[in-house]
T-cell receptor, first 112, second 115 residues
Framework: RKEVEQDPGPFNVPEGATVAFNCTYS??????FFWYRQDCRKEPKLLMS???SGNEDGRFTAQLNRASQYISLLIRDSKLSDSATYLCVVNPYSGSARQLTFGSGTQLTVLP | SQTIHQWPATLVQPVGSPLSLECTVEGTSNPNLYWYRQAAGRGLQLLFYSIGIDQISSEVPQNLSASRPQDRQFILSSKKLLLSDSGFYLCAWSVSGGAGNQPQHFGDGTRLSIL
């Protein structure tokens, strides 16, 4: 089983739609979780950290479900500029500098 | 604020030639440093990470090596490139210490093509 698994998509949604991605992780001892965004042929950029209580940043909401070992990202009122690949990132090595394991990403295309 | 610089942006090299990619971080001390490779349409593969000068951990055995001669400098090298070394190489840094709960921040990447 992969350490971090994501549905690769693609998700094609109309502008203004709400879209949600899930990501599962295998190590129940994982402590830190993040969502990154990667545009085509660009470097990944941190979108948001995921906290145990869930957190929101504008149109983006991240949730953590430790019991089921998954995290989610909800995007409301999708914009054309949201088109990108979204990477689920987990730290399964608590206390280790090795730190993060990246999922393969979910591709989102927002259509006009 | 912290910045990370990575160069060159693109590189075309023949099979069997050497490689040297450089990455430097500014605005922070003793960062953790990372080299990743991303093949076309694939996820990120961690190649090396470093918690300090001359302290390098290798994740994947291959014909690449890494060095950290200065606190904020990380170099990826190869003596003889293979076709399979083609890809998008990314350097990243994170704050050191803590419980490993720090995000990583990436440079712009180097797109390497082997001919």
């Amino acid at each position: 089983r992969k350490e971090v698994e994501q549905d690769p998509g693609p998700f094609n949604v109309p502008e203004g739609a709400t879209v949600a991605f899930n990501c599962t992780y295998s190590n129940s001892a994982s402590q830190s979780f993040f969502w990154y965004r990667q545009d085509c042929r660009k470097e990944p950029k941190l979108l948001m950290s995921v906290y145990s209580s869930g957190n929101e940043d504008g149109r983006f909401t991240a949730q953590l479900n430790r019991a089921s070992q998954y995290i989610s990202l909800l995007i409301r009122d999708s914009k054309l500029s949201d088109s990108a690949t979204y990477l689920c990132v987990v730290n399964p090595y608590s206390g280790s500098a090795r730190q993060l394991t990246f999922g393969s990403g979910t591709q989102l295309t927002v259509l006009p | 604020s912290q910045t990370i610089h990575q160069w060159p942006a693109t590189l075309v090299q023949p099979v069997g030639s050497p490689l040297s990619l450089e990455c430097t971080v500014e605005g922070t001390s003793n960062p953790n440093l990372y080299w990743y490779r991303q093949a076309a349409g694939r996820g990120l593969q961690l190649l090396f990470y470093s918690i300090g000068i001359d302290q390098i951990s290798s994740e994947v055995p291959q014909n690449l090596s890494a060095s950290r001669p200065q606190d904020r400098q990380f170099i990826l090298s190869s003596k003889k490139l293979l076709l399979s070394d083609s890809g998008f190489y990314l350097c990243a840094w994170s704050v050191s210490g803590g419980a490993g709960n720090q995000p990583q921040h990436f440079g712009d990447g180097t797109r390497l093509s082997i001919l």
